[in-house]
């Protein structure tokens, strides 16, 4: 019973802490300790198995970091001085010149807009894969299933990095002027859309030209679920080049909006994956997941575009696009010549091309660092200087 609650209290604790732009209980509880210790949990408990002891095993360590929280979370230490005003900037403006206070209404409409957009996406997550169940069966649901969890990985990618941004954007867009350039609203959102692009891209383009080197880690069952792979690739390969839209639109105080391109999208999901899932299985819901986040994502896109007038594209983001088209044609013509050698060279087609393709992209990198913004070879900083870690 009180691992739930303890669950349910750890991200807004968190979030507080994320709110004075302290990154460091989020990562070292919620992003590596929690994770860490259920695992060391799980394993010792696996000497003694039982529901019980595994069922501790995996809730303790919400109890524990729940507590942890409390006690790294500024906001609920008794202030020293005088409590000052919670402002925010006027709405409809990206720099307000003015600041008002922000109502208990105003804040309960934002905390109820985050919550049903947080539903809707849990709804992307899994309706998919229902539908499929119901209208072709467990296999094919299986296979979809199997075939698209590097859609989770990616997503996870992008959701660190707009963590570590929320707490920046939400200053900049909020405050009275920007006092530096990096500070300003435009400069996060694309550094942040720079730095998935690099990191997520040469996954994302290798994957759509070699999908047999994700789905053999599954074994011969799932062979023929490439399109698949391709399909949600380029689909996600579009969603990171567009950056993280939803969480400017967020910090900007528009998070009621999404509530309404996640449902539109969700409706084109749905739509979709009735009408092709029956003659096409796993391959139609492949299109419908697809369309449904080019659609959320554009949308996002032209109302960050109209509300802020910043986009992602720069010098940086443009050679970082080419590099890596350039090493996925390099990977799809090594895939090409593999597999013109016969049946023996077949099996090694996609491991050859995902490391022809890899080998461009780190070349590109080191050759482009400085046009591509990345640090010098073990400087302290990282992406976290670069996305989160401005002051």
């Not at 994320?18 to 989020?26: A, F, I, K, N, Q």
């Not at 696996?46 to 069922?55: I, Y």
């Not at 696009?321 to 593999?338: D, E, H, Y």
């Amino acid at each position: 019973v009180l691992p739930l609650p303890a669950a349910v209290v750890l991200e807004p604790l968190l979030s507080l802490s994320r709110g004075v732009h302290d990154m460091r209980p989020t990562v070292v509880l919620d992003r590596a300790g929690r994770p860490v210790l259920q695992v060391a949990l799980t394993v010792l408990a696996a000497l003694s198995p039982s529901v019980g002891t595994v069922l501790a095993a995996w809730c303790l360590p919400y109890l524990l970091c729940a507590g942890l929280a409390y006690l790294a979370t500024p906001a609920l230490r008794p202030p020293s001085g005088p409590r000052p005003a919670l402002t925010a900037g006027s709405p409809g403006r990206g720099r307000s010149e003015a600041q008002d206070p922000v109502s208990p209404a105003r804040f309960r409409r934002y905390l109820a807009s985050r919550a049903g957009t947080s539903m809707v996406q849990v709804a992307f997550a899994r309706l998919d894969v229902v539908i499929v169940a119901a209208l072709t069966g467990p296999r094919e649901a299986a296979v979809y299933t199997v075939a698209t969890r590097f859609v989770v990985l990616a997503q996870m990618v992008q959701q660190a990095l707009a963590t570590a941004a929320e707490p920046l954007l939400a200053r900049a867009g909020h405050a009275t002027r920007a006092t530096t350039a990096e500070e300003s609203v435009g400069e996060l959102y694309r550094a942040a859309t720079r730095w998935s692009v690099l990191l997520l891209w040469p996954v994302l383009c290798l994957l759509a030209v070699a999908p047999g080197s994700w789905l053999a880690l599954f074994g011969g069952a799932y062979a023929d679920a490439g399109q698949v792979v391709r399909v949600l690739a380029a689909a996600m390969a579009l969603a990171v080049a567009v950056g993280p839209v939803e969480t400017v639109l967020a910090m900007h105080g528009r998070a009621g909006v999404l509530v309404w391109t996640n449902l539109g999208a969700l409706g084109v999901m749905v739509a979709l994956d009735l009408a092709l899932v029956p003659a096409h299985g796993a391959s139609g819901a492949a299109l419908g997941w697809a369309a449904a986040i080019v659609c959320k994502n554009l949308a996002g896109l032209w109302l960050v575009v109209r509300l802020t007038g910043d986009g992602p594209v720069e010098p940086a983001w443009s050679w970082a696009l080419t590099v890596n088209l350039l090493a996925a044609g390099a990977a799809a013509l090594a895939l090409a010549l593999a597999s013109l050698q016969g049946a023996g060279a077949t099996a090694l087609a996609a491991p050859t091309a995902v490391v022809v393709g890899g080998l461009v992209v780190l070349g590109g990198y080191a050759a482009l660092r400085e046009r591509l913004g990345l640090p010098r070879p073990g400087a302290a900083g990282g992406v976290v200087h670069h996305v989160g870690g401005h002051r």
